[in-house]
């Protein structure tokens, strides 16, 4: 089944088309960072326009990539859910008006479910049943996963995402926009052990996750060592985003490794942007090897916001004969644990 996969539930817009035979045929992204920058954060309006703007030049873009004609399509999977309304609107009005028109089935997909199935995307993809990570700047939850739409919510924030604490972060450090990335090449650089970071809500059981207090550590660390200036020097800045990093991906470690034990599981995927997160790959890698456990992620590219791992996603879920009828579906919030599985829709 040949299926365009759309991305707009965010400041990413992304097209892909993939082939349940052949796999991935093409994909194209653009980023709208450089239109957010100046305010240091995404814009919802400006988003939406901008998706607007670049859907239908990347859609004939995509098409030409991959070689086919609109014609040959048979089925199209765009983001419903969840992220911010108006820029849903355009990737599901653009996806039901393409799937009327040419009288194929249409699927609204899980951005979340997208990013947990990324990984199938690359030459060695996981085996179900595994234990998810799902680090992004929204989301951060374990989840235990038996099948496609079969998900079972073990732990999750309880405040601040992991990627949204890493942006914060680098604001409060005046770091360059989008923080995240940039505060996580900075930690190479820095010393690790210089300021002690706690590792929050890892010294009780259970698997929920905080990372505000990180932020605040940060705040009261940046006072402390500020010299004449309103921040401290730049080494003393590497040594805080070193830190920072080290405190979240321990965390992420010791909550992984408590999981996968729980639940008996021998594999663990992490998915979503803060696992293109070099530190938090190595470290998974080394303390779930210690367990016999095999660590799953998808290529850097596909980590965060993209096309491919809808057009993925969705064709699963077409395949299985599932489809929305053709009214736009856009869901802001929208639990992942509510989702059906292939299995049961196939009955
Ligand atoms: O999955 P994603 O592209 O969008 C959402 O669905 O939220 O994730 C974006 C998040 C941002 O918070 C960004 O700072 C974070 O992923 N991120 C990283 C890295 N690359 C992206 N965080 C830490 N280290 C990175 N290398
Ligand atoms: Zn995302």
Redesign the pocket.
């Known amino acids: 089944m040949l299926v365009l996969g759309i991305e707009t539930s965010?400041d990413e817009t992304g097209l892909a088309v993939y082939d349940s035979e052949r796999g991935l045929v093409a994909h194209t992204l653009y980023s709208q960072v450089k239109l957010h920058a100046e305010y240091g954060g995404v814009v919802p309006e400006l988003a939406s326009r901008d998706h607007v703007r670049k859907i239908l030049p990347m859609l004939n873009k995509v098409l030409e990539e991959a070689g086919v004609n609109k014609s040959q399509l048979e089925g199209i999977a765009y983001t419903a859910g969840p992220g911010l309304m108006g820029a849903l609107m355009v990737g599901g009005a653009m996806g039901t008006a393409l799937g009327f028109a040419l009288d194929i089935p249409v699927i609204g997909v899980h951005?979340m479910e997208g990013?947990l199935l990324a990984p199938m995307l690359e030459d060695k993809p996981p085996a179900f049943p595994f234990v998810a990570l799902l680090v992004?700047?929204?989301h951060t939850q374990l989840v235990s996963v038996t099948g496609i739409g079969e998900y079972e919510l073990l732990g999750e924030s309880v405040d601040d995402a992991a990627?949204?604490a890493?942006?914060k972060t680098a604001k409060l450090l005046d770091l360059d926009y989008?923080?995240?990335?940039v505060l996580?090449a900075m930690a190479d650089r820095g010393q690790i052990d210089r300021f002690s970071f706690p590792r929050p809500m890892t010294d009780r059981p259970g698997l929920d996750f905080s990372f505000s207090g990180l932020k605040t550590f940060t705040r009261n660390l940046i006072e402390k060592n500020r010299g004449d200036d309103v921040l401290p020097d730049d080494q003393t800045i590497l040594d805080i985003c070193a830190g920072f990093q080290e405190a979240v991906v321990d965390t992420l470690v010791i909550k992984c490794t408590r999981a996968v034990r729980q639940a008996k599981m021998k594999t663990l995927v992490i998915a979503?942007?803060?696992s293109?997160?070099t530190r938090l790959r190595h470290k998974l890698e080394v303390a779930l090897g210690k367990e016999g456990v095999e660590v799953f992620y998808a290529r850097h590219e596909f980590c965060?916001?993209n096309g491919a791992m809808i057009a993925y996603a969705g064709c699963q879920r077409l395949l299985a004969g599932q489809k929305n009828p053709l009214l736009i579906s856009a869901t802001p919030r929208w639990p992942l644990d509510q989702l059906t599985s292939l299995v049961q829709e196939n009955v």
Request: hydrophobic share 20%.
């Open positions: 965010c951005h990013h992004s700047g929204g990627g949204e890493f942006d989008p923080g995240g990335p996580a979503g942007g803060v293109a997160n965060t916001d």
